[in-house]
């Protein structure tokens, strides 16, 4: 079992900054895949970033690229999510993920668990 906890989120303006962490526990969380989801209000939950269990690969999402950055420490069992430049209707809760097996890496489907969330509000 995997339990996975994000911090980092909170209120910022527009053009900002912010750096959203996820601690992971259990024997065999620095073995997971690692991504990260938002959800806005009304409507789907949707992939945001993914970084492989080394770190080398990473994907995202083309509304992001450029943008935020993925990576992880696994010696620390963390994964990161950095985000520049942040829009209002990237105002979302941001949720961390871990996938034991892989698959498409945009998929829910692909990510066995999941964290609770954290709120990332963006004003304009």
């Known amino acids: 079992q995997v339990q996975l906890v994000e911090s980092g989120g909170g209120l910022v303006q527009a053009g900002g900054s912010l750096r959203l962490s996820c601690a992971t526990s259990?024997?065999?969380?620095?073995?997971?895949?690692m991504g990260w989801f938002r959800q806005a209000p009304g409507k789907e939950r949707e992939f945001v970033a993914q970084?492989?269990?080394?770190?080398?690969?990473?994907y995202y999402a083309d509304s992001v690229k450029g943008r935020f950055t993925v990576s992880r420490d696994n010696a620390k069992n963390t994964a990161y999510l950095q985000m520049n430049s942040l829009k209002p209707e990237e105002t979302a809760v941001y949720y961390c993920?871990?996938?034991?097996?892989?698959?498409?890496?945009?998929?829910?489907?692909?990510?066995?668990?999941w964290g609770q969330g954290t709120q990332v509000t963006v004003s304009s």
């Open positions: 993920t871990a996938s034991s097996y892989g698959g498409t890496y945009y998929h829910l489907s692909t990510y066995d668990f």
């Open positions: 970084v492989s269990v080394s770190g080398a690969r990473t």
């Open positions: 259990g024997r065999t969380s620095s073995r997971k895949i």
